[in-house]
Every structure is written in structure tokens, then in C-alpha cells.
């Protein structure tokens, strides 16, 4: 029997919550676009449900397992759905050092979570802005995982003073930071425009780059190396090497 949500993880949770007793004999799919045949069932969106099972989650375990499950939903891994649902179960059935065992489903939860974090890790430090109209910061990158929110947490700390926007390509959703606050917002596209201030050391820094370069040392192997390619993209150093 295939399981149908509405691709939220409040949907998700209710959908766990109605099938928690079978829930490692059932397909679960996210809504799209495709005919719902007759072997397939639509779970509707229910807070009331989703809320008992992250406050029981929290009550019998902690809200850090309730943040671990809610950062393998956004993976982008193809089995996060049926990993986040027999995990639950199973944990309530044997306890959290489910968790660290070696069953298999164990161990793709903390394969997720260990690539879900390495990913942020690296964009915090990875991540490039430059500034646009408005004395707005902007930063663009086109991540693995659905690290967004996170990430924008991250700088909204580090920048508390400052406005500005980090844009998911990939996802077409773009963080808002102004004046300290934070909102998500779908976006088909934006049309950004560098500052003179921007331009100016854009143009400065791709000249020092060039300059203390040396050609005969160049070692692309160890550049990807140390920072692999898919991070290169919005690197204006090294947009013209691509």
C-alpha cells in the first residue's frame, strides 16, 4: 500500500502517526503532479496529530531527536520518509540506542545527518556574498541538502546588524534577513544589481587572485581537493576558469 503526504513534515508526522503500527510494510510518497491510483492513500495534513508526535518525541527523548529527524527530512535522500518513520517506531520500541545499532536503517539515519552537517558546516564558511541594491548582502548557492533555514540562522547570528538575502537556485527559495528578522520566501528568480562598492572590490580581489598566481604551480587536483568544484560556482576567482 502506498501512502501519499502533502510534502510538509507536519504532513509527514501525521502520516506516521496514522500508520505508526505498519509503518515498515507501507511505500510513502510525496504529493506531486501523477494520478493517485486505487493501491494509494492521500493523508491529509493534521497539526493535532503532527504536535502529539513531536511533543511525545521530546517528552520520551529529547528535542534534539525531534531536530535530527526533522534535518533528514530535508536531505535529499530518495528513502528519508520510510528511514524518519521505521526510526520513530523503532525507538520507541527498543529505546534511543536504536539509534546507534547496526541495523540498517540506523545506520543510513546517521549517514544522513553526518552528510546533512558536514554540507552546513562547509557553506558556513564557504558562502559568498556581495553586496547589491539597498545595502542588501547577498549570497546565492545551490546546496545537496535543504540547508537553508539553518544556515540563515547561522549568519543571522554572525550579522545580527546586517540586511540580508541567502538564495537556494536550486530549491528557488531565498532567506530574508532585515533588521534581525528572518523570513522564507518561494522565489522564481531576482534580479540582483552590484553595488559600485561591489563591483570595485569584485574587481580588486579577481586581480589580486590573478597576480599572485603562478601559472607553472597550478595544481587543479589539489584545488578540487581542498574545495571541490560544486563550491566554485558563485566564486567570481573562479567563475572564468570553469
Not at 66 to 82: A, N, P, V
Not at 148 to 165: N, S, V
Not at 197 to 209: C, D, G, L, P, Q
Request: contains cysteine; positive net charge; aromatic residues 14%.
Amino acid at each position: 500500500m502506498k501512502y501519499i503526504y502533502d510534502g510538509t513534515f507536519d504532513g509527514l508526522l501525521t502520516l506516521i502517526f496514522d500508520s505508526y503500527k505498519f509503518i515498515e510494510d507501507i511505500e510513502i510518497e510525496k504529493e506531486n503532479d501523477q494520478v493517485v491510483f486505487f493501491d494509494s492513500l492521500y493523508v491529509k495534513r493534521d497539526l493535532e496529530k503532527a504536535n502529539r508526535v513531536k511533543n511525545s518525541l521530546i517528552k520520551n527523548f529529547s528535542k534534539d531527536i525531534l531536530g535530527d529527524f526533522f534535518k533528514i527530512f530535508l536531505s535529499d535522500h530518495i528513502k528519508k520518509e520510510y528511514i524518519i518513520g521505521v526510526c520513530i517506531k523503532n525507538i520507541y520500541r527498543y529505546g534511543i540506542n536504536f539509534l546507534s545499532s547496526a541495523h540498517e536503517y540506523a545506520v543510513a539515519y546517521r549517514g544522513i545527518l553526518k552528510n546533512f552537517s558536514r554540507e552546513l558546516h562547509s557553506y558556513k564558511g564557504l558562502l559568498r556574498f556581495r553586496e547589491i541594491q539597498d545595502n542588501f548582502l547577498l549570497a546565492e548557492f545551490s546546496p545537496q541538502n535543504d540547508i537553508l533555514i539553518f544556515l540563515a540562522r547561522h549568519f543571522l547570528k554572525r550579522m545580527p546588524k546586517e540586511d540580508f538575502i541567502i538564495c537556494d537556485d536550486k530549491r528557488k527559495k531565498a532567506a530574508f534577513c532585515q533588521r534581525g528578522r528572518l523570513k522564507i520566501l518561494d522565489v522564481e528568480s531576482l534580479s540582483p544589481i552590484d553595488s559600485e562598492n561591489e563591483k570595485f572590490f569584485r574587481s580588486a580581489w579577481v586581480n589580486f587572485y590573478d597576480s599572485v598566481a603562478i601559472e607553472e604551480r597550478k595544481n587543479i587536483g589539489l584545488m578540487i581537493s581542498n574545495m571541490p568544484k560544486k563550491y566554485w560556482k558563485y566564486l567570481p576567482e573562479k567563475n572564468k576558469r570553469l
